[in-house]
Every structure is written in C-alpha cells, then in structure tokens.
C-alpha cells in the first residue's frame, strides 16, 4: 500500500499545488458546492469531505435537497453535498406482467426531466460538479431489462441505442442545467477509467497492479480506434465534449491522467469477508487516499481561477 500511494503527477508545464484545507474552506465561506452523478462523483467528494475535516471539527453530516450524502462546516458556513443521480435524467423500472420474448420489463429513462434527487435544487448550489457515463452499459441494463427512452411521455421512435440514447439525454440535460443555474460556476468532470483485466467486473476481471501503466501501453487498453478493452471512458468522453461545446460548463478532464493509474484502485480490498467472490475485483472505484485526491487538487486550482482568487 505504501508504494501505492507513492505515486506523484508532475504536470509538464505547470505546478500541481495540493489543497490545503484551510484556505480551501476559508475562501469557500458562505457557499455551498454540489456533486452530482454517479459513484465516481461519489468517490470523488469523499476524498474532498476527507481533506476538509481536518479545517473544522465542528462539522456535521448534511442531507437536505435531495442529497444522497454531505457535510455541513458551520465554523465557515460551508455545505458540500453529493446527490445520486446516476443517468441524471429521470428513471424507473417498469416490469412487465409477463416476460416477453425474454424481456422481463423495461428502465423507463425520461429524456428531459431531472432525476428527482437532484431535480429541487434551484439555485442553492454556487459550484456544481457533474458526471455521467458509468451505468451506460449492458452491464447495468441488459436485453432483458433494458433501457426505454421517452420524451414529453411519449417513446421515442425509433429507438434509440444505448449511446445514442445517452446522447439526447446529455443534450436535454445541458440544456436544463443552462437554463436553470445561470449564475452558478458550473464543471462536468469526464469518465473515470476502469482497469479490469482479464474480464469484466462480473467475469472475473481483476486489477492486481503494483504500478501504473506505462505510456505506450494506455492505448492498447482505451483508445476506440484499437478497440481498447476498456474503450467505453473515451467513447463516452467524445459524447459528452461535443454537448457541452458553446455552454457555460467547463469540461474537467480527469480520465488521462487517471488511465495511468491502475495500482490505485480498491481491487482486493473491499474490506468485507467474502466480498471478492461474491462481488468480484473492484477496479472501477479507487482507493483513499489516492487517486481522487489528485482530482480535488485539480478541481480546487480551476475553483479558485474561476473565483478570481489567488
């Protein structure tokens, strides 16, 4: 584990600073920071709530408007909060009352309404952060469940595929939070890399590193044009630039830097008896402190540029 967290980026042209928690939660005073997706956005707030500690021990677990999970700092007047919205559109299962062609029912995605834990937000947010990407997949929603868009209630037709249903939600859902948090500094944090090797999470896969990947070897594993086993981050980064161009989110680009890091993640130690035979390697999350450390380091200098702090 020591070697683990040994590991250090050193960006070419410029000098990655670390948080320091107390200037972080002093020139946040009186503002509020949202984190909205998946587990990966999860994973990523755990680390910043982690780092925060430390500037005020008075804080409190906070989990009002919807959020999943977050913490009040009362000495600065700060909230930081996580809410779970894993498509970000609005979803629910359907199941049919009896099994058609094999299918069992449907996940009924609703293209242009906000996921309910994060759709009464209003403008209590000054710093949003958003993702998604990592449930669009045959893993979470397979043939015989799958995924349904609708738009103003009705089915789409025809029928979109799973990318291209992610697309006209991302389309939908840009354009709602444009409309909706004009004012508020604004990030969509792109896909987190998965280093299974092997198989998937549920065929075996595992991510038993002790060192990052090497240079050459990053394409072999991501790029689409090689058909890189875990291709999916890139695909699904391409979607997300492409609708976030002409808005006012700024893209936060995590995945390349993160691509190198294949000893960072929880693998074996999941801390739960039985918890890899049953569950499998985790190599989608990372491990604390680690990876998503870095990413707080980074979002926190684009915060304070975007404040117009020092």
Known sequence: MDRINSWKWVPED???HEIDPFEFINVMRDKRIGFIGDSLNENFIVSLLCILRVADMGAKKWKRKGAWRGAYFPKFNVTVAYHRAVLLAKYEWQPNQSEINGVKGIHRVDVDIPAKEWAEIGG????????????????????????????????????????????????????????????TLKFWRLQSPRHFHGGDWNQNGSCLFDEPLKKFELDLWFDPRNNGV?????????????????TGIEV???????????????????GKKDAVSVWGQDCMHW???????????VMWQLIRYRLGTK
């Open 252 to 270: 936060v680009d995590l995945t390349h830097m993160s691509e190198f890091r294949a000893d960072g993640h929880p693998a074996t130690w999941l």
């Open 14 to 16: 410029c000098e990655l």
């Open 230 to 246: 875990n291709k999916e981050a890139r695909l699904v980064n391409g979607l997300i630039i492409k609708a976030l161009e002409e």
């Open 124 to 183: 209590f947010y000054d710093v949003l952060i958003f993702n998604t990407g990592h449930w669009w997949g045959y893993d979470k929603f397979p043939k015989d469940s799958p995924l349904a868009f609708y738009k103003k209630g009705k089915p789409i037709f025809p029928a979109p595929n799973m990318l291209e249903g992610l697309e006209i939600v991302l389309k939908n859902m840009v354009g709602y939070i444009e409309k909706e948090f004009p004012k």
């Open 287 to 297: 491990c604390l402190p680690g990876v998503p450390d870095t990413w707080v380091n």
